[in-house]
């Protein structure tokens, strides 16, 4: 763990010193305070149901210094019950931004419980790094999660891009490392001004080894309306 923790600091000295994200010209956009957004997803993980239900609070501090908290859990309805399996994760954020990019930092809780009362709860502490980099409408960003305990369903490390084809529609992919194995993601992620832009929509589709998962969620922002990609790139 300590390597990688000094891999990733020396990776944010760099940028830094480089001058990649950190710049001296700060973002000029407006923030209000907080900026709130629950959202539920569903969906069929191979043969079996998985549902989800996030709560995020991103709070602005400064123009390029943000915090966030989130709260995620997850619920997977297995075709055997011993399988079946709720989760649950409790995430502190800090991120440094500007209009090229973002550096961040988080410490969290995840727990996974088996429905079947016999089977002891797995649970770790985390921390994660994240870094973000814009190139006009594509962001590319990869984050990474050390734990305590190696449990199957964590997910260790993330890479991914995103293309904005407007201010409110993207298209993503991304590959996850996950202790039982990588996770390939596809999706597409909507906010439609009809709903003021309070109101997200994102279809995802993983393909992993030996798994297949394509799901819908639905996030409601109660905050600020502002563009999807404005959303992505200032708060979260």
């Known amino acids: 763990m300590k390597s990688k923790v000094l891999f990733h600091l020396a990776l944010i000295g760099f940028l830094a010193v480089n001058g990649s994200l950190l710049s001296a010209n700060e973002v000029k956009k407006e923030k209000n305070l907080p900026n709130f957004e629950a959202g539920i997803s569903a969906g069929l993980l191979s043969a079996e149901q998985l549902y989800g239900l996030d709560v995020t609070i991103n709070m602005p501090i400064t123009h ?42 988080g410490v969290g809780y995840k727990e996974r419980k088996p429905n079947e009362e016999e089977l002891d709860k797995e649970s770790s502490t985390t921390l994660t790094f994240y870094g973000d980099l814009y190139f006009g409408d594509l962001t590319v960003g990869i984050s990474e999660t050390e734990y305590e305990e190696n449990i199957a369903t964590f997910t260790g490390q993330s890479v991914g891009v995103a293309y904005y084809i407007n201010p409110n529609e993207k298209f993503f992919l991304r590959k996850d490392k996950i202790n039982r194995g990588d996770v390939w993601v596809l999706g597409v992620g909507l906010q439609p001004k009809k709903l003021s832009n309070q109101v997200g929509l994102q279809l995802s589709i993983e393909r992993g080894k030996e798994s297949f998962y394509l799901g819908l969620g639905i996030n409601y922002y109660f905050d600020t309306a502002i563009s999807l990609q404005r959303r992505d790139r200032d708060y979260r």
């Open 64 to 105: 390029i210094l943000t915090t966030q908290f989130l709260i995620n859990s997850d619920y997977l309805v297995a075709n055997r019950s011993q399988n079946s399996y709720s989760q649950s994760e409790v995430v502190g954020n800090v991120f440094l931004r500007n209009d090229g990019g973002k550096l961040g930092a």
